[in-house]
């Protein structure tokens, strides 16, 4: 990723955030973090991955109401960043943090078996 693209992607980041923070009110969408956004080759779709707090369902509910909101961000973001052609929006689950907490549970209970294994 060049370096315009990373500022811009974290510009995105900042701004997805705020406008889900003011503008959506939608009582489906949960506590949500946006933790990167990504963007296609051509700069044509942006992919915004949220954290979301919740059980799974909730999760899903949050999911499908940022997507469905997502010209409202979108309109929201075309006020505050200015671009040729504003990218679509898509809005996915980050489970980078998931595989990592389940990743450390593990290593965990290495730890506890090994020193059982050590008395």
């Known amino acids: 990723?060049?370096?315009?693209?990373?500022?811009?992607?974290?510009?995105?980041?900042?701004e997805i955030s705020m406008a889900?923070?003011?503008?959506?009110?939608?009582?489906?969408?949960?506590f949500v973090t946006v933790t990167a956004v990504q963007f296609n080759r051509e700069m044509s779709k942006a992919t915004a991955y949220v954290s979301?707090?919740?059980?799974?369902?909730?999760?899903?509910?949050?999911?499908?109401?940022?997507?469905?909101?997502?010209?409202v961000v979108?309109?929201?973001?075309?006020?505050?960043?200015?671009?040729r052609y504003m990218?679509?929006?898509?809005f996915k689950e980050d489970i980078h943090l998931d595989q990592i907490e389940r990743t450390l549970d593990i290593i965990k209970n290495?730890?506890?078996?090994?020193?059982?294994?050590?008395k």
């Open 1 to 14: 990723m060049h370096l315009r693209e990373k500022k811009l992607a974290r510009l995105f980041q900042k």
């Open 20 to 30: 889900i923070s003011r503008d959506l009110t939608n009582p489906d969408i949960g």
């Open 52 to 71: 979301i707090f919740g059980t799974d369902e909730a999760k899903a509910k949050s999911i499908a109401a940022l997507n469905k909101a997502k010209g």
């Open 74 to 83: 979108r309109h929201s973001l075309a006020g505050s960043i200015v671009l």
């Open 87 to 90: 990218p679509d929006l898509e």
């Open 110 to 118: 290495i730890k506890e078996g090994a020193k059982k294994i050590e």
